[in-house]
């Protein structure tokens, strides 16, 4: 789970100082699929499984 976060850490300090077409490559990176519905709704699958991911920081801000 430290793997992880240390990955979500560095891809948000490299966003930050991203030039724009960077940044469309990391969040292209990390999105899978997003479908658009009417009134605006969105639907958006990571490519990653982000319940998993808060769930691990859960367990470790508990222990």
Same mark, same amino acid.
């Given at each position: 789970?430290?793997?992880?976060? !240390?990955? %979500?850490?560095?891809?948000?300090?490299?966003?930050?100082?991203?030039?724009?077409?960077?940044?469309?490559?990391? /969040?292209?990176?990390?999105?899978?699929?997003? !479908?658009?519905?009417?009134?605006?709704?969105?639907? /958006?699958?990571?490519?990653?499984?982000?319940?998993?991911?808060?769930?691990? %920081?859960? %367990?470790?801000?508990?222990?």
């Amino acid at each position: 789970m430290n793997e992880r976060y !240390d990955e %979500l850490i560095l891809w948000s300090e490299l966003y930050g100082s991203a030039t724009t077409e960077q940044k469309k490559m990391i /969040v292209n990176s990390m999105i899978a699929r997003i !479908d658009v519905f009417s009134g605006y709704e969105l639907k /958006v699958e990571f490519a990653f499984d982000i319940r998993q991911f808060f769930e691990g %920081l859960d %367990l470790e801000v508990s222990a």
